[in-house]
């Protein structure tokens, strides 16, 4: 099984890529975003530690955390931005790391894809067999947030700077797509490098 790691900056369209794949190869698909959220959730492996660092208004009635109060609350702060981020990012590597031991087990799959925006940032360049690196133009990742997301320029701006420069990307990436222009295109260049 191969492990192929898949990057780009937001807006490039690596959703709509990887929903291809699932449906046209043997394969699965990991997004580090909906395992973050998994371990957030209590009972989950960061779940306590996150509680006692955020503030009380964070945390539901029924115990679960409220994303948007979270997302506020980090963002106001660079001091528990960095504490959260140190708490969550660890979990959710070793949750990953867990998931793809189980599926090489078993096994039963020819290629395991998993998507995260901090991919390179947070190490996992000695995890993965390959890494893809989705490229959209710039122009076009900030129409796309606005008519998919209904993001402002503000915030896609805000988004854009915090990200990794597109050089950075090609530097780290053994493999570029290119989903700049109709996404047949991407989708063949996709099918030419798993079929190779």
Not at 36 to 50: D, F, M, N, T, W
Not at 77 to 100: D, M, T, Y
Not at 130 to 137: D, K, N, R, V
Not at 142 to 148: A, I, N
Request: aromatic share 6%.
């Amino acid at each position: 099984m191969k492990v192929i790691g898949i990057t780009g900056g937001v807006g490039c369209g690596k959703s709509a890529l990887l929903a291809y794949v699932k449906e046209n190869y043997n394969c699965k698909v990991i997004l580090a975003d909906e395992v973050a959220h998994r371990v957030k959730e209590p009972g989950a492996s960061c779940y306590e530690e996150l509680v006692r660092a955020l503030p009380p208004d964070c945390l539901n009635g029924d115990g679960t955390i409220h994303r948007g109060r979270m997302a506020a609350a980090i963002f106001g702060s660079r001091e528990l931005l960095e504490k959260v981020n140190g708490i969550i990012h660890p979990a959710v590597k070793s949750e990953i790391l867990r998931e793809i031991r189980k599926t090489r087990a078993q096994g039963q799959k020819d290629f395991l894809f998993l998507e995260a925006a901090l991919l390179i940032e947070e190490g996992y360049l000695e995890i993965v067999d390959e890494m893809w690196y989705i490229y959209a133009g710039e122009e076009i990742r900030r129409e796309r947030l606005k008519r998919t997301r209904g993001y402002s320029d503000e915030k896609t701006e805000a988004i854009l700077k915090s990200q990794l420069p597109e050089e950075e990307f090609r530097r780290r990436c053994g493999v570029v797509i290119d989903n700049s222009g109709e996404i047949g295109q991407a989708l063949r260049q996709i099918d030419e490098r798993l079929r190779a």
